[in-house]
């Protein structure tokens, strides 16, 4: 039903800004909640930021809080704007979609997902 496709990862450099993209196809009420999350090497996936139904109910991780910002542009596409990026936010970082109206951090409550792109952030 729902397609993601995730874009705009790459090498930055530390304090750096990245902009990735999260392409949505399906019917809208199958992606009322959509969200980012990212997982490195040997970690657990972590949730990044997420909102709900018409955007509402942002939430950010506390590690990206003030960093981060959530927005959708003309195309409805996601975008998740990476400002000041540090050397811990190197990760593989995912787009999820999920049913409900609000945007849950646990990466068991999204039931699609996108292939993921490689953001990695150095000296």
């Known amino acids: 039903q729902v397609q993601l496709v995730e874009s705009g990862g790459g090498v930055v450099q530390v304090g750096g800004s990245l902009r990735l993209s999260c392409a949505a196809t399906?019917?809208?009420?199958?992606?009322?909640?959509m969200a980012w999350f990212r997982q490195a090497p040997g970690k657990e996936r972590e949730f990044v930021a997420g909102s709900g139904y018409g955007g509402a109910y942002e939430t950010y991780a506390d590690s990206v809080r003030d960093r981060f910002t959530l927005s959708r542009n003309d195309t409805d596409q996601l975008l998740l704007q990476m400002d000041n990026l540090k050397a811990e936010d190197t990760a593989v970082y995912y787009c999820?979609?999920?049913?409900?109206?609000?945007?849950?951090?646990?990466?068991?409550?999204?039931?699609?997902w996108g292939q993921g792109t490689q953001v990695t952030v150095s000296s």
């Open positions: 999820a979609a999920d049913s409900r109206l609000a945007a849950l951090t646990t990466p068991l409550a999204y039931h699609d």
């Open positions: 399906g019917p809208a009420y199958t992606r009322t909640a």
